[in-house]
């Protein structure tokens, strides 16, 4: 069955460590996303991508950045972590086809601690 | 004006009532809806799509009003295993293929 798994599922890092967190789907989408979840906050978008070499930015990408070399990871890397970038982040993947968004896959989170 | 906007609750209700939800995009030219289920901060999942026509799966009854722009969810007969997070999800941005989502609704139903 297709999936999409992120891994880490827990990190703890220090402040101003580089993180990269892994996103990989078998669904075989052209979209990607990597949201935050924090509470009082929902989720947020960071970055997304709509195929390979495609990235962009979601409204809180600062000190986040993401590249995509294929179609199935988006990694999501930390410059330079910082306590505020404590939080649950949620890879997803969806397609998107004759104008309309297909049901978009979540992973499973990680949960990230800076300390 | 947030694109998507919810209200947060909770919503308490005792089983076996009915519930609904609204919620309100802000771009008119949106045209995929859906609504997720979250439990307890693990993974969103999809609970329904929602079409133009309005759908029903079960209990759940999903709505669109174009007009004034808001989509509703509607749950009948609450069973306790209803207790999570409801997200609405809207498509938006430039192409339209980005995804974003309010900030969920809570509900909680008692015995």
């Known amino acids: 069955d297709a999936e999409i798994t992120q891994s880490p599922r827990h990190k703890i890092t220090e402040t101003g460590r580089q993180v990269t967190l892994a996103c990989h789907q078998t669904?075989?989408?052209?979209?990607m996303f990597w949201y935050r979840q924090d509470l009082g906050h929902g989720l947020r978008l960071i970055h997304y991508?709509?195929?390979?070499?495609d990235t962009n930015k979601g409204e809180v990408s600062d000190g986040y950045s993401v590249s995509r070399s294929n179609t199935e990871d988006l990694p999501l890397t930390l410059e330079s972590a910082a306590s505020s970038q404590t939080s649950v982040y949620f890879c997803?993947?969806?397609?998107w086809g004759q104008g309309f968004n297909t049901e978009a896959f979540f992973g499973q989170g990680t949960r990230l601690t800076v300390v | 004006r947030k694109e998507v906007e919810q209200d947060p609750g909770p919503f308490n209700v005792p089983e076996g009532a009915t519930v609904a939800f609204n919620c309100t995009y802000s771009?008119?030219?949106?045209?995929?809806f859906f609504w997720y289920r979250q439990d307890c901060r693990k993974e969103p999942k999809l609970l329904m799509s929602?079409?133009?026509s309005g759908n029903e799966d079960g209990r759940f009854t999903a709505q669109l009003n174009r007009a004034s722009q808001y989509i509703s969810l509607l749950i009948r007969d609450s069973k306790l295993s209803d207790s999570a997070t409801y997200l609405c999800?809207?498509?938006?941005?430039?192409?339209?293929?980005?995804?974003?989502f309010g900030t969920g609704t809570r509900l909680l139903v008692s015995p």
């Open positions: 669904w075989n989408h052209n979209n």
């Open positions: 997803a993947s969806s397609e």
């Open positions: 999800v809207v498509n938006g941005g430039t192409g339209f293929q980005k995804l974003v």
């Open positions: 929602v079409y133009s």
């Open positions: 771009n008119s030219a949106s045209q995929s």
């Open positions: 991508s709509y195929g390979v070499h």
